[in-house]
Structure formats: structure tokens, C-alpha cells
């Protein structure tokens, strides 16, 4: 039986002031939070830092995509830096997610590799102009998924849609990651297609990231509580 998945809160705030405030809201509440690419331009390792000092933990989602050597050596940097998740794009190929995997494993760190496969963000027609492989969106979502298990990723980052296909393809061993969740109480924003985290967890995620719904809250850890009490307790 699959476990109560875990909360992973996305700071999406412009610096590191803005994210101490909501880490010191939440740390009661939430261990883990996500530093994505505006946060980490913005403030740099001082953001993880930032979070770590208050106890927490980091996803360090940086959708890293580049040549072998070089994604190499940005994991090796996460890796020091204490992030306890961090995120590559499974397009970069086999060699660039093996060379990933291998910086890892040499720094001694538990850091998991998390792959992204197609940004959801593109719709079948965007997908066509930018990628169009001839597979087709969801196919090619499914094979960068298995490449992604074969080159040792830990686990994948998928839309709430894409969990059942995707754990049917992979397995059940690899983290499914997904965004795209909403409490029945909170507005959708600009997510499209979404799903509550009691759905999101009965369809097989492991961990659920939520954004705005928790950090725009008047009062943030109330509403993580409230998110946290939907979740089944899987013992
Ligand atoms: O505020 P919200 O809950 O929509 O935030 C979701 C987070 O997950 C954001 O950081 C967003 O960039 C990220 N994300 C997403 N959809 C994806 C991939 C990442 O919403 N397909």
C-alpha cells in the first residue's frame, strides 16, 4: 500500500525576504518547500539556506537542461548545498541524466533526481510547433518517463492527469512529484486541469506541490493544516 503522500510548498516569491516570512509562517506546519528557478535567480544558494536554517528542507527545482558535463556539476553544487530533491529535464538524454545520477551517487548525498518530462504548459499544438516528434504529446511523455527510470532517475514530475499512465509505465519504486493541486476551497488560478489532494493521492502521487492556495492565505500554516487533514493517512 502506497504511503500518505508528502507536502511540498512552492515558494514562488521574488527574494529571500518574501520566502523567510513564509517559511517562519509554515515551519510549523510543512518540512519541505520548493525553491524554483525565479527564487534561485533572484537569491541564489542564500534561498536554500534561507530555508534550511528554519528547519526545512528543499526541492530545488531548477528543470536543469544542458550538456552532460556541465548538468554534472550544477547537481553536484545542489547536492552540497543540502537540496534533498532537485530536477532535470529527461529530454537532455540518457548521458545527461547518467552523468547526473553519477555526481550524486560520487558527493555521497541522498539527493533524489527528479525528471521532467514534457513542461505541461504546452498543449498538443505548442507541442507540435517546439518538440513534435511524430509520437505524439502523451507517448512521448510516457517515454521520456521510462528513459528517465532506466538512466536511475528516483522519480518524475507529472501532472495530477498524467499519475496513472505514468506509475502503470514506470512502476511503482519511482517518486511521482505532481503540481496542479487544488483543495476544493481554494481557486484554481491559472492551473488547468486540477485535482484535489485526496484525488491526487488516491491516483498514486507521492508528493503533492502546492503554490498559491497555501502562501497567498491570510494565514498560510492554517491553510497547509487544512491541506495536510485531506490527505489520507496510509499507515
Ligand atoms: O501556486 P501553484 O499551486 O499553482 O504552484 C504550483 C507550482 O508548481 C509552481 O511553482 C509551478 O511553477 C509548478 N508547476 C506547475 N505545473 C507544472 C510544473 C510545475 O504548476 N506542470
Not at 508528502?6 to 519541505?32: H, M, N
Not at 540518457?94 to 525528471?115: C, D, F, H
Not at 491570510?218 to 491553510?223: E, H, K
Request: net charge neutral; with cysteine; proline share 6%.
Amino acid at each position: 500500500m502506497r504511503k500518505t503522500p508528502g507536502l511540498i510548498v512552492a515558494l514562488d516569491v521574488k527574494d529571500l525576504v518574501a520566502a523567510t516570512k513564509l517559511v517562519e509562517q509554515l515551519r510549523s506546519a510543512v518540512t519541505l518547500f520548493k525553491v524554483g528557478v525565479q527564487l534561485f535567480t533572484a537569491e541564489g544558494p542564500r534561498a536554500v539556506e534561507a530555508v534550511q536554517k528554519r528547519g526545512g528542507q528543499v526541492f530545488l527545482d531548477l528543470k536543469l537542461h544542458d550538456i552532460p558535463n556541465t548538468v554534472a556539476a550544477a547537481v553536484r553544487e545542489a547536492a552540497k548545498m543540502g537540496a534533498v530533491m532537485c530536477t532535470l529535464h529527461a529530454s537532455g538524454g540518457r548521458q545527461m541524466l547518467q552523468a547526473a545520477k553519477e555526481a550524486v551517487t560520487q558527493s555521497g548525498s541522498s539527493m533524489r533526481l527528479l525528471a521532467v518530462t514534457i513542461l505541461t504548459s504546452l498543449d498538443p499544438h505548442g507541442y507540435e510547433e517546439a518538440i513534435g516528434s511524430g509520437l505524439g504529446l502523451q507517448a512521448h511523455v510516457i517515454r521520456l518517463a521510462s528513459l528517465a527510470r532506466e538512466a536511475g532517475m528516483d522519480g518524475i514530475v507529472a501532472s495530477t492527469h498524467e499519475i496513472a499512465p505514468l506509475r502503470a509505465a514506470v512502476g511503482p519504486s519511482m517518486l511521482i512529484v505532481t503540481p496542479g493541486v487544488r483543495p476544493e476551497w481554494a481557486p484554481a488560478d491559472d492551473q488547468l486541469r486540477v485535482m484535489t489532494p485526496r484525488e491526487a493521492a488516491a491516483a498514486g502521487a507521492d508528493y503533492i506541490v502546492i503554490g498559491r492556495p497555501i502562501t497567498t492565505a491570510a494565514d498560510p500554516a492554517a491553510a497547509a493544516r487544512r491541506v495536510l487533514a485531506e490527505l489520507p493517512v496510509v499507515a
